[in-house]
């Protein structure tokens, strides 16, 4: 099955930091990856589209300059979360797909806290 | 709006019976489906699908029923094992936007010995 990585799985940052987040496929090449949020006992919540070689696309109430989002190549997908605050704190998870159908290949997922 | 609903918050099972998660859908642009399953501080693992053009998909001891009247899908484990304990998604595509997904509120199953 199509592997996808994600790190770091967790960090811990004090407020007004910023912190990135790496997203890989391993054994495929995607040129859309997913960026997605869960909040405890939540949803998992589409946060973004991230297309290689051009913008990502953000989803209605994400801040398009507080998640910024890199999709260089083909494999690889960032997420930085930039001047974070406590309220960003949450479980944030990747996902991609060799497949043109709806399924979706999800990272280990990468636990933020931010003091 | 929640267009992806799984009203059953929580589900316990002892070993050995069916597991029975079921999940509702609002938006009638959907037309595929999936589970998937999630332990915590995990990512989802995908599970099973189906397309809106079946009304039953099985692999294993899992079966999904979609029922585009209702807008209603199922999942059936039988039989439940312990290590099916964990909290379970569907999710759903709407057409023309493959692998957008749009996720249930989750189900935590607690399969007893």
């Known amino acids: 099955g199509a592997v996808v990585s994600q790190h770091p799985s967790w960090v811990i940052c004090k407020s007004g930091t910023s912190v990135k987040i790496e997203c890989r496929s391993l054994d495929f090449q995607a040129t859309t990856m997913f960026w997605y949020r869960q909040f405890p006992k939540q949803s998992l919540m589409l946060m973004a589209t991230s297309n290689e070689g051009s913008k990502a696309t953000y989803e209605q109430g994400v801040e398009k300059d507080k998640f910024l989002i890199n999709h260089a190549s083909l494999t690889l997908s960032t997420l930085t979360v930039t001047s974070a605050h406590p309220e960003d704190s949450s479980f944030y998870i990747c996902s991609a797909s060799p497949y043109t159908s709806g399924k979706l290949f999800f990272g280990s997922g990468t636990q933020l806290s931010v003091l | 709006d929640q267009q992806v609903k799984q009203n059953s918050p929580s589900l316990s099972v002892q070993e050995g019976r069916i597991s029975i998660l079921n999940c509702d859908y609002t938006?009638?642009?959907?037309?595929?489906f999936l589970w998937y399953k999630k332990y915590p501080a995990e990512g989802p693992t995908f599970l099973i699908s189906i397309s809106s053009i079946k009304d039953k998909n099985e692999d294993g001891r899992f079966t999904v029923f979609l029922n585009k009247s209702a807008k209603h899908l199922s999942l059936h484990i039988v039989p439940s094992q312990p290590g099916d304990s964990a909290v379970y998604f569907c999710?759903?595509?709407?057409?023309?936007?493959?692998?957008?997904?749009?996720f249930g509120t989750g189900t935590r199953l607690q399969v007893t010995l």
């Open positions: 999710a759903a595509s709407p057409t023309g936007t493959a692998s957008k997904l749009t």
């Open positions: 938006n009638s642009m959907f037309d595929y």
